[in-house]
């Protein structure tokens, strides 16, 4: 059982370049989030979804944009990368919210 | 904004010793989670607390949920080096979750 898998790991891009961040869960989760983690400011959250097919935004949604097709899949797409979206990017599944989330093990982005 | 305060930020202390973190809020929690995230390494849930009042162990690990449901603890007996990490307390809102920023605990051999 794999849980909450991200890929890549790590990423160098340049300013304005774009990419997507993978994350896909074999839990069949109905909530899956994208989480950003920079230091002193803990965990902020930056799109979420409840289901296939239906998607919102978080505290920090600007510069990002997801879809949810399937349950397993929910990719972050960086449209025009800044410097100031330079962290660690979690991607975070539950069944249920009450019973707490299973995160990946995180992407480490840098925008230079 | 941050809806979840926790204390202190940093701590450090000596292996044997025991230690009390805190997370507060202005607001009522539907609901509470714990989680210990280690580096390199995204956070792992260690316990959700519902009820005011509820108190929960986990081995050395006791955590408390306050009466009114504003507050929560975590008190660690006897801190070993493997304890080290950075604790988070979440909130359930109606959206998603929230997080604290944290309390990076290290414990010296």
């Known amino acids: 059982n794999a849980g909450v898998t991200q890929t890549p790991k790590f990423q160098v891009l340049k300013t304005g370049q774009s990419m997507t961040l993978q994350c896909a869960q074999d839990?069949?989760?109905?909530?899956m989030s994208w989480y950003r983690q920079d230091p002193g400011m803990g965990l902020r959250l930056i799109h979420y979804?409840?289901?296939?097919?239906?998607?919102d935004q978080g505290e920090v949604p600007n510069g990002y944009n997801v879809s949810r097709s399937t349950t397993e899949d929910f990719p972050l797409r960086l449209l025009s990368a800044a410097p100031s979206q330079t962290s660690v990017y979690f991607c975070?599944?539950?069944?249920?919210?009450?019973?707490?989330?299973?995160f990946g093990s995180g992407t480490r982005l840098t925008v230079v | 904004t941050q809806l979840l305060e926790q204390s202190p930020q940093f701590l450090s202390i000596q292996e044997g010793e025991n230690l009390t973190v805190y997370c507060n809020s202005s607001?009522?929690?539907?609901?509470l989670q714990w989680y210990r995230q280690e580096p390199g390494e995204g956070p792992v849930l260690l316990v959700t607390?519902?009820?005011?009042?509820e108190v929960k162990k986990l081995k050395r690990l006791t955590f408390q949920f306050g009466d009114a449901r504003k507050d929560s603890s975590l008190h660690i007996t006897a801190a070993q080096p493997g304890d080290t990490g950075l604790y988070l307390c979440?909130?359930?809102?109606?959206?998603?979750?929230?997080f604290g920023a944290g309390t990076r605990l290290t414990v010296k051999p």
């Open positions: 839990m069949n989760h109905e909530y």
């Open positions: 979440a909130e359930n809102n109606n959206n998603d979750m929230r």
């Open positions: 979804s409840v289901g296939a097919g239906i998607t």
């Open positions: 975070a599944s539950s069944s249920y919210k009450v019973y707490g989330y299973t």
């Open positions: 607001s009522v929690f539907s609901s």
């Open positions: 607390v519902v009820t005011g009042g």
